[in-house]
């Protein structure tokens, strides 16, 4: 036996070497390593290369220690039986969460079916037909719904966007109506065009950039509080914007006191969304109206009240909103209608 723990046999040639049967120190280059991967390299390597250095008709094989030593058996069933265990655990931990997770759904679409069960029940019972019409029929409601629902708002200084759910205009119809409402719509429409201030901002900047260094200067007045100087800004925009792309003034009445920019929208026959939605710019809302309109107990956002400094109470975050939100609706509405339409139901 060598240095590395080998046993050299005779053969033609020169000496081999035979498997060795005792453990040795020269295993400590292989620390860490499992004994038996160790073995099944040395066993792969001895089969297919007789040796690896060849030297004056020596062949020597770094080799693994012995497999049949009981104690290095031991380690390895030791080595075994950890790793099994550890992954035991993970199978264990995941499975559990999956059946968590399998629970939750089982309950959910069981929830799901109770409550969808007796529509389907009740549709399965009618006519068809009479299903379909009924459906035709909703549809045809909706527009003119929206449409009263943006005479709502507007009303109330506040105009319609592209970006809010599709039933948002309804629900807040339907807050309005209900006694103590008036505030809790408020909040939402701050909230909505709050939270869109960047988005519309872009919009705008990219839509008017002729007057992108206007609305950068409103803009950043409103975001330092400063409402009275950003509010005026906005409106005066929004009728800007009305007479360069309708030649129609927003805040100039016709002589049936309707806005000039009525006139645009009753150029053509509309109908549907494209009605609704474009039927604000040819209605009085609260923005919009003149002195015999308003009356004596008026309040709220009024162009006229504030352009000609009878208004001192207007520089509020809710007024600078408002008149923020007629300016994007102008945009909006006059974008789509000379460029990309509108939803026709």
């Not at 264990?92 to 629970?103: E, H, N, R, Y």
């Not at 759904?105 to 029940?121: D, E």
């Not at 409402?227 to 009445?253: E, H, I």
Request: charged letters at 25%; glycine letters at 8%; one cysteine or more.
């Amino acid at each position: 036996m060598d240095e590395y723990g080998l046993t050299w046999k005779p053969r033609r040639g020169g000496m081999r070497a035979a498997a060795p049967t005792t453990a040795h120190t020269a295993c400590s280059a292989w620390t860490g390593c499992c004994a038996k991967v160790a073995l099944s390299a040395w066993r792969r390597r001895r089969r297919s290369h007789p040796g690896i250095v060849d030297n004056g008709g020596y062949r020597k094989l770094l080799l693994c220690p012995s497999m049949n030593d009981p104690e290095d058996k031991g380690d390895i069933s030791r080595l075994q039986r950890q790793k099994s265990g550890k992954l035991s655990d993970a199978l264990g931990s995941q499975l559990s969460d999956l059946t968590k997770v399998a629970q939750v759904a089982r309950t959910t679409i069981s929830t799901l079916v109770s409550a969808v069960s007796p529509v389907v029940g009740f549709l399965v019972s009618q006519p068809w037909a009479e299903i379909a019409e009924r459906i035709a029929e909703a549809a045809k409601e909706l527009p003119s719904k929206h449409q009263q629902a943006m005479k709502m708002l507007a009303d109330r200084g506040w105009y319609f966007d592209e970006e809010m759910a599709f039933t948002m205009p309804l629900d807040l119809v339907d807050v309005l109506v209900n006694e103590g409402g008036e505030e809790e719509a408020e909040a939402a429409l701050r909230e909505h065009f709050s939270g869109r201030l960047d988005s519309i901002e872009s919009f705008l900047v990219d839509q008017l950039s002729d007057r992108a260094r206007i609305l950068g200067q409103a803009f950043s007045a409103h975001r330092a509080g400063q409402y009275a100087l950003s509010t005026p800004v906005f409106l005066m925009q929004a009728d800007g914007v009305c007479v360069a792309k309708t030649g129609r003034y927003f805040f100039m009445r016709r002589r049936d006191k309707l806005p000039q920019t009525a006139t645009y929208v009753q150029s053509k026959e509309r109908e549907g969304f494209e009605a609704a939605w474009l039927s604000p710019l040819a209605a009085i809302g609260q923005v919009n109206m003149s002195e015999d309109q308003r009356g004596a107990d008026f309040v709220g956002l009024n162009r006229h009240l504030v352009i000609h400094g009878e208004s001192i109470d207007y520089d509020t975050e809710t007024n600078s909103l408002k008149a923020l939100s007629l300016l994007n609706y102008v945009v909006q509405m006059l974008v789509r209608d000379q460029s990309e339409g509108f939803l026709a139901v």
